[in-house]
């Protein structure tokens, strides 16, 4: 890459060759070992560690974890809402997500035009 300059080429110029002052000071790419080691190990682990994390706190939540105590005589079935009608209930509240999402890509999309 080669650092900025006050000149800029016209992009239909036929000139080859000689001093070229639209490009300043050339620079090599880094590439991979523009990085340290630190930064490769933190880029691969960083998503396993929030995955590990993730995992633990849902494992934790989710009852399966020693030491929780339960109730074998209390049936909460009723409150859980895994089933057919909590699904159907959960509808609604997806398309209003929905109809958000949709009319900020058209309010973004139209309201630039509209005023310029």
């Not at 000071?25 to 682990?45: Q, R």
């Not at 089933?83 to 999402?101: E, H, M, N, Q």
């Amino acid at each position: 890459w080669y650092e900025r300059t006050a000149y800029h080429k016209v992009l239909y110029s036929t000139c080859e060759g000689g001093d070229r002052i639209d490009q300043g000071t050339p620079h090599l790419c880094p590439g991979i070992n523009g990085h340290s080691a630190i930064f490769w190990m933190l880029v691969i682990l960083f998503p396993f560690a929030i995955t590990a994390l993730v995992a633990w706190w849902w494992y934790s939540k989710s009852g399966m974890a020693r030491g929780k105590v339960t109730c074998a005589l209390c049936n909460y079935s009723h409150v859980s809402g895994s089933g057919v009608t909590a699904t159907l209930a959960s509808v609604p509240w997806f398309l209003l997500g929905l109809s958000g999402i949709a009319f900020e890509y058209i309010a973004s999309s139209l309201v630039p035009h509209i005023f310029s």
